[in-house]
């Protein structure tokens, strides 16, 4: 009767422990492709596929592509797919009077656009905030690196301004940094292209648009 008990307890506990795993959300380095994304409730995800490719023969002696892409949020920007590597359309208006817009950035590098292009405030504003962490050159470097932000102009189809965060020479913490666009047009579109300086670090972490 003992050994019923014992086994009857057993099982109740496996059991147990299924249902709290299966409980547990998705982290969000596990999540890989657009729908993932937009299902644990980002707004936009960008990935570079050149820098995929190159990530995916050797980083750390892995070569698992699934266990080295981090967590992407409400959108996914990913060359792959041809998504992020070209201007938005201008149809694909993001409305900030509702929420601010965030994306995930995906080990960006040379440079990728948002997904979606966004109207400033009434006073012609516009702020890009984000919080990334650069990823350290597989050649062992270790070079000064810097985010890069500019605002494209969907109507004169040009980059209007650039704007950078500050330099840093790590690779472990996240850096929260912002910049804001002023004297923009209330009734202009534009949108934003990310990219990294110096070009032999990428970057990965969150980003936010807001008025």
Known sequence: MKRIVTLVLA????????????????????????EDAISAGYDDYMEEVETRKTIETSVEGSNNYEDLIPAGYDDYMEEIVTRGDNVPSANKVYDLSEDDYKGRLNYIRTGIYTNYCFYPSSSGRLTFRWEVRGVKPL??????????????????????QTKSGDFHNDFGP??????????????????????????????????????
């Open 11 to 34: 099982l109740a506990m496996t059991s147990a422990i299924a249902i709290n795993a299966s409980a547990v959300e998705t982290p969000a380095d596990k999540i890989n492709n657009y």
């Open 174 to 211: 996240y850096h929260e940094e912002s910049v804001t666009f002023s004297g923009l047009d209330p009734d202009t579109k534009y949108c934003f292209f990310i990219s990294v300086y110096d070009g032999a670090c990428q970057i990965l972490g969150d980003c936010w648009v807001s008025q």
């Open 139 to 160: 050649d062992g470097s270790t070079p000064n690196w810097k985010v890069l932000v500019g605002i494209y102009d969907m109507s004169g189809k040009y980059i209007l």
